[in-house]
């Protein structure tokens, strides 16, 4: 009964729509309104006003959706969304000083004598906006106003025209910064929780265990991984509107004719590109650049962006005066002096009376100070100039509520669609049908695009993507990445700016184009770029890496990157080391060779009989990984049968427990019941449960078990032989890396051993308890030293001793502290000499391959290898 209820939520909600009725109160009044129906007429006809709820009931229901709504605005977790105002600002700012007409004047110019100029140069100044701006209608309406015109002068054709600048006006919808991207991560970072959950279930349902390995979990993402992975589709975009414009330009002169720069190629064009291109190139590059570099979290380039766009905008609406630039100069000069200084000196104020960099922290100060002088001048500017800055608030205040308002709206609406079963029942018709994975995203994505002829983006984003991108997530056939689901979706949301007859980019400029343009010549225009933007979606889903690379790469190269013994790039390294290991083999053997003809015995027993294995781990790694390939070989030979019944079992296995779901559920409302006919009814229908429970066990194919049991044996013999590498791997390395670590100690131990004699004879002249707190004091300042733990053992002992009144022992253990800090450095100086080249020998010819395991990061050279092979979707369906 509740999917009568279900569907009465969507009719209010379109038919609210329909009339005009604001999306912000559409969404959440739908959901209240369906929520306090269906709760009366559970009152009224069952006396009970959770019957129509698929679990809980009104209140939890209602409460649920205002956990969702205050979670838009209160979660620590979610604070990205702090990005959209900054990023709008940024836009709009960048709108009204004109620079963007600057941009489309001077690249008309420029591209105006190619074929097709006009057009090539509205979609490059499309994606340089989109870059800078992302604020579609601004984008379409410059664009409409500037070069429409323009281009109408110049005999090209009507749907040409329009259909170029409506689709470059788009752009500004994947090409990063975009706030449906910023959206888009929030919702697909709570739908990637949701989606390892159940893949978690899935997982324990088919092995028992309840820990999955991690490897096999859901990859989430966050406003800077969708940035990362949007920047070449987005490019794939622009190269096929330049493609298309083009072509189109050859075969058919007459649509998109040359247009001749009447003023020339001289020196003052090229100072007019120099300007107008420059500083929004710069602007992109140093918002984009700090998310990138991991220099800036996504709010803080927003806020970069802001400041940029305000700083450009000062001296943009004073150009042609005598001191128009001076802001501009003060802002780069002093940003100059701020990078030179904190690349130079330890400015942190906490650190001064160690550093003593007074005079350059002054000097920073300084400069933060006549910064902070430029953007209040640029911004006193911007609000004299034409009240500039106050219509530029009053517009990303507007732009932000509605996103906003959306948001919490739709989070109201997602409560009560779940209430009524709503996400079990698109679960289950979209996991039902034939073909897996793939029907279920082309099915999702035709309802997307369909979507887009009635709807904004913001709301598929936010009612659409928290409904379907879990279920998508967590199949772990396809194994998708969320940026990748990200990026697939925003590109299939860019079509509704498009099509017919909602489309808002087309609105935008039938708003401002002349009445000589009929409505139907834009339509016709767009369609060829709808298609182009669909034939980029096959694009980036036929070669994900287009879209995971980027976000890879730059974090397996970040500073906080993970070390390659992480379980998630486990599979990608010891696919490389395979292949590495066994090409490098002759020269492993012969660095292995000359580490056994070195000589040890000058070091301590303990450290040299760690050495003694290192030759044998390190040619035992061969035959290791030979196992590890013999055990791959059988899993692949075991698949075959499991492979072949594991698809038709698992489906069988949904099935019925689907039906036990549905059993349980009939079975709570026996429970509730007193009337013995109803009771008689609901138990004929467990009955007929049961038979179709077991007709379903019954279709499970005998050999099943069997393939089951003998796959997981494969996997658990071949989990073993790769633990066996792998520690083989470290045996064959650590204790070398870890020994040079030691030996180069040495300087540091002598540089400490006067402060341990000064110590020591402040020591001798104090009482037992006296003595015990001083060399409590002092182990703390060893623990800054490396290599001193034997002496600070020792000090430790004698501590113990003399605070429990042995002082003769104590006494003792302190004299024989100055022995042993020379043993120390003595051995380890000796060794400097001696043993170090020999283990520096075997440590570099080692390193990439026996010893790749122990780095603490990945090597430079070797992270594009990985990011590729991370990059790609790997079906790990049988795993579940």
């Not at 129509?52 to 205002?66: R, T």
């Not at 013995?676 to 050999?703: H, M, T």
């Not at 120390?824 to 001696?834: C, G, K, P, T, V």
Request: hydrophobic residues 50%; proline residues 5%.
């Amino acid at each position: 009964m509740e999917l009568y209820f279900l569907l009465l939520l969507f009719v209010i909600m379109i038919a609210a729509l329909g009339s005009g009725f604001p999306v912000a109160f559409a969404l959440p009044g739908a959901a209240i309104i369906t929520i306090a129906l269906a709760t009366v007429f559970g009152w009224l006809f069952f006396d009970d006003v959770t019957v129509f709820f698929a679990q809980d009931g009104p209140i939890q229901w209602l409460s649920a959706g205002v956990t969702n709504f205050r979670g838009v605005y209160w979660e620590v977790e979610r604070d990205t969304l702090i990005a959209i105002p900054l990023f709008i600002f940024m836009g709009i700012m960048l709108q009204r000083s004109r620079i963007a007409e600057d941009l489309l004047v001077t690249m008309a110019k420029l591209f105006g004598p190619v074929p097709g100029g006009l057009g090539i140069s509205v979609v490059l100044v499309g994606a340089l906006l989109a870059a800078t701006t992302g604020i579609v209608g601004a984008t379409v309406v410059a664009m409409g106003l500037i070069s429409l015109p323009a281009m109408m002068r110049n005999k090209y054709s009507p749907s040409l025209a329009s259909g170029t600048i409506c689709a470059s006006g788009t752009l500004g919808q994947i090409i990063p910064p975009s706030i449906v991207l910023i959206i888009l991560a929030d919702q697909l970072s709570s739908a990637s929780d949701q989606a390892s959950s159940a893949r978690k279930a899935l997982y324990k349902h088919a092995t028992g265990e309840v820990s999955m390995p991690s490897s096999l979990d859901v990859l989430s993402t966050s406003a800077g991984d969708m940035f990362l992975g949007a920047f070449l589709p987005g490019l794939v975009l622009v190269g096929l509107y330049l493609a298309y414009i083009l072509i189109a330009a050859i075969l058919r002169p007459s649509t998109a004719p040359a247009v001749p720069n009447e003023g020339g190629f001289d020196k003052s064009f090229a100072v007019q590109v120099f300007f107008s291109l420059v500083p929004p190139l710069v602007l992109i590059f140093v918002v984009l650049g700090s998310i990138v570099a991991g220099v800036a979290t996504v709010n803080q380039a927003g806020a970069i962006g802001a400041a940029g766009a305000t700083i450009m905008a000062g001296y943009r609406l004073y150009e042609g005066r005598k001191n128009a630039f001076h802001p501009a100069i003060l802002a780069i000069s002093s940003l100059v002096i701020i990078g030179f200084m904190t690349s130079m000196y330890d400015l942190n104020v906490r650190n001064l009376h160690v550093t003593g960099n007074q005079i350059p922290v002054a000097i920073t100060a300084v400069a933060v100070t006549a910064f902070m002088v430029a953007m209040f001048w640029s911004g006193f500017r911007t609000l004299k100039t034409d009240d500039t800055l106050k219509g530029v608030m009053l517009e990303t205040a507007k732009t932000t509520s509605m996103v906003f308002i959306i948001l919490l709206g739709a989070a109201m609406l997602t409560a009560a669609f779940r209430g009524f079963g709503g996400e079990e029942f698109v679960k289950h018709f979209l996991t039902g049908l034939p073909g897996g994975f793939w029907t279920q995203f082309f099915v999702v994505m035709l309802v997307i695009f369909l979507l887009g002829f009635f709807l904004d983006f913001i709301e598929i984003a936010v009612v659409v993507v928290p409904i379907v991108a879990p279920i998508l997530l967590a199949d772990p056939g396809a194994n998708v990445t969320a940026v990748w689901l990200g990026v697939m979706i925003g590109v299939n949301m860019q079509t509704s700016f498009l099509t017919p007859p909602f489309g808002f980019a087309l609105f935008y400029l039938r708003g401002v184009a002349s009445k000589a343009i009929s409505t139907l010549s834009i339509y016709r225009g767009v369609i060829p770029f709808i298609g182009l933007q669909l034939f980029a979606l096959v694009i980036v889903g036929s070669f994900p890496q287009l879209v995971n690379y980027l976000p890879n790469r730059f974090y397996l190269s970040s500073y906080n990157a993970p070390p390659p013994v992480n379980p998630k790039l486990e599979a990608c390294v010891e696919e490389y080391l395979a292949e590495e290991l066994i090409a490098q083999r002759p020269m492993l053997e012969v660095a292995i060779a000359e580490f056994e003809t070195a000589n040890f015995s000058g070091l301590p027993k303990k450290i040299a009989d760690g050495l003694k294995d290192v030759p044998a781990d390190a040619r035992a790694s061969f035959d290791r990984l030979a196992d590890v390939e013999a055990e791959f070989e059988g899993l692949a030979a075991t698949e075959v049968t499991y492979a072949s019944m594991h698809a038709g079992v698992r489906t069988l296995e949904r099935q019925i427990r689907l039906i036990e779901g549905e059993a349980k559920e009939i079975s709570k409302q026996i429970r509730r019941l007193d009337d013995a006919d109803e009771i008689a009814v609901l138990e004929a229908k467990l009955e007929v449960f049961d038979g179709e429970i077991a007709a379903l066990r019954n279709q499970i194919p005998a050999e099943w078990a069997d393939a089951q049991d003998a796959y997981q044996a494969q996997l658990k013999s071949l989990s073993k032989a790769q633990r066996k590498y792998r520690n083989t791997l470290d045996d064959g390395y650590q204790p070398v890396r870890d020994l040079i670590a030691v030996v180069s100690e040495a300087d540091g131990l002598a540089a400490f051993e006067p402060r341990l004699a000064e110590v020591l004879a402040e020591l001798a002249g104090q009482s037992d308890e006296d003595a015990a707190v001083t060399i409590k004091a002092f182990e703390g300042e060893m623990k800054t030293v490396a290599g001193i733990n034997p002496v600070k053992s020792m000090m430790s002992k004698a501590r113990r001793d003399l605070a429990k009144g042995k002082t003769e022992k104590g006494r003792d253990k302190l004299s024989q502290v100055s022995a042993i800090m020379a043993d120390e450095i003595a051995w380890r100086q000796a060794a400097q000499d001696s043993v170090m080249p020999a283990l520096i020998a075997y440590r570099d010819a080692a390193a990439m391959t026996i010893g790749l395991r122990s780095q603490s990061r990945l090597p430079d050279d070797i992270v594009p290898r990985i990011s590729s092979c991370k990059a790609k979707h790997r079906d790990i369906s049988l795993r579940f």
